[in-house]
């Protein structure tokens, strides 16, 4: 403890003053150093919650527009594909319609007989 008189040298200026003013100056920090503690708290609770959350919502939108966009290709594709054969068929949508219905059955039966048997 330091009596009412006490000089000590500044460490900034080398000029004398109360040994009082310095222990002030020191004590004056816990306040920065309590803020710094109390944000990094924050920083690590909200990368702990929020930062998951965050990628799986991005995940789920991201999710959301490629299937909307597989979906709109999709349609594109199967009507262009029927146009398409109407044009190479004179003209007749019902034999365009007869081809491609062919063609996919004969997909999904290739697809069917190669499909994985789960034993008894």
Request: overall charge neutral; some cysteine; aromatic content about 6%.
């Amino acid at each position: 403890m330091t009596a009412p008189g006490d000089h000590a040298m500044s460490p900034v200026t080398g000029d004398e003053r109360p040994a009082s003013l310095t222990a002030r100056s020191e004590d004056q920090d816990w306040p920065v150093e309590a803020t710094r503690t109390i944000v990094r708290a924050v920083d690590t609770v909200r990368d702990k919650t929020s930062g998951p959350a965050i990628t799986a919502v991005a995940g789920l939108v991201y999710g959301i527009v490629a299937i909307t966009a597989l979906t709109v290709l999709t349609i594109v594709l199967t009507a262009a594909t029927i146009r398409g054969l109407e044009l190479l068929l004179w003209r007749k949508v019902w034999l365009a319609y007869l081809v491609l219905s062919v063609l996919l059955f004969v997909g999904g039966l290739v697809c069917w007989s190669r499909r994985a048997t789960v034993p008894d």
